[in-house]
């Protein structure tokens, strides 16, 4: 009845009917225990291998059901104790919420960096072409990136210095020659 004594596994052969020669169930009482009786009405009405949890000896446990390949008569059994399952299925479940959560916080990290290297230099771009359409012409950006973006923003600060002193030449045209343009 149990593949080795003391193990958690058990490893049963049950005949398939009752007028079978060799009768080899040392507890004839585990024919009545429930599940076993119906995995074993399930066999006998499909014929395939079926798997099922439930209780016996009122320990929840895993129950395959083979019908036998040589042992054309018998139907074999292997009840696995569920407590160990469910507990390897429990550990797996925290390890994975802690991967989750380290992953979270390293999006949390890629994103936060992203906006100090995108974001923020481009806030700053929106600024100096903001400077641009209202001819708010005396303000500078200061951004010291070292890369494209400071190329951008000294391109705009050029731009905001160059329409400076051609807004500071148009004043001082119209104020010298008030009826000719540039």
């Known amino acids: 009845r149990l593949i080795q004594k003391g193990s958690r596994y058990r490893l049963m052969v049950i005949p398939r009917t009752a007028d079978v020669r060799l009768r080899i169930i040392p507890n004839p009482a585990i024919l009545n225990q429930d599940?076993?009786?119906?995995?074993?009405?399930?066999?006998?009405?499909?014929?395939?291998?079926?798997?099922?949890?439930?209780?016996?000896?009122?320990?929840?446990?895993?129950?395959?059901?083979?019908?036998?390949?040589?042992?054309?008569?018998?139907?074999?059994?292997?009840?696995?104790?569920?407590?160990?399952?469910?507990?390897?299925?429990?550990?797996?479940s925290t390890?994975?919420?802690?991967?989750?959560?380290?992953?979270?916080?390293?999006?949390?990290?890629?994103?936060?960096?992203?906006?100090?290297?995108?974001?923020?230099?481009?806030?700053?771009?929106?600024?100096?072409?903001?400077?641009?359409?209202?001819?708010?012409?005396?303000?500078?950006?200061?951004?010291q990136t070292g890369d494209e973006m400071e190329h951008i923003c000294k391109g705009i600060n050029e731009a905001l210095e160059g329409m400076d002193e051609l807004a500071l030449s148009r004043t001082i045209q119209e104020h010298l020659f008030p009826a000719a343009s540039l």
Do not use: W
Request: hydrophobic share 50%; proline share 4%.
């Open 95 to 143: 390890l994975f919420y802690a991967a989750s959560f380290v992953l979270l916080l390293i999006t949390f990290q890629v994103i936060f960096l992203i906006s100090e290297v995108l974001l923020v230099p481009i806030k700053e771009i929106s600024l100096g072409i903001g400077f641009l359409k209202e001819m708010e012409f005396g303000h500078r950006i200061q951004l």
């Open 35 to 92: 599940l076993i009786r119906q995995m074993q009405e399930e066999l006998k009405q499909t014929g395939i291998t079926s798997q099922r949890l439930g209780i016996f000896n009122r320990q929840k446990v895993l129950v395959c059901a083979i019908p036998g390949m040589n042992l054309h008569d018998y139907n074999l059994f292997l009840l696995s104790p569920f407590k160990p399952i469910a507990q390897e299925a429990q550990r797996i």
